[in-house]
Nanobody
Framework: QVQLVESGGGLVQPGGSLRLSCAASGSIFWINTMGWYRQGPGKERELVAT???????NYADSVKGRFTISRDNAKNAVYLQMISLKPEDTAVYYCNAEASPYASTGFYDYWGQGTQVTVSS
């Protein structure tokens, strides 16, 4: 199966920057779209940004112009560069991948364990 491991979260002051990384490992035949989602305190999980294998991106309106998603297909990795962070960006950030573990199987949604991002002075 496919495992996703995030890293790069932490505590940052408003206006600061962070870069999240997510690496996929295990049995991987193909990965289509990868993305980042977040869940703030008392809120539902929401989309932050996605990127297709070809590099097409999609962002939530709340992060446009501040967050940049990128990926390295050779490394099965996806990244999220976050600048001008706001307190409302505080959340657990989850990596997601639409992946097929074997050539004979279909595609499934895989999730990382999440990494905490806290924006506070």
């Amino acid at each position: 199966q496919v495992q996703l491991v995030e890293s790069g979260g932490g505590l940052v002051q408003p206006g600061g920057s962070l870069r999240l990384s997510c690496a996929a490992s295990g049995s991987i035949f193909w990965i289509n779209t990868m993305g980042w989602y977040r869940q703030g305190p008392g809120k539902e999980r929401e989309l932050v940004a996605t990127i297709t294998r070809g590099g097409s991106t999609n962002y939530a309106d709340s992060v446009k112009g501040r967050f940049t998603i990128s990926r390295d297909n050779a490394k099965n990795a996806v990244y999220l560069q976050m600048i001008s962070l706001k307190p409302e960006d505080t959340a657990v950030y989850y990596c997601n991948a639409e992946a097929s573990p074997y050539a004979s199987t279909g595609f499934y949604d895989y999730w990382g364990q999440g990494t905490q991002v806290t924006v506070s002075s």
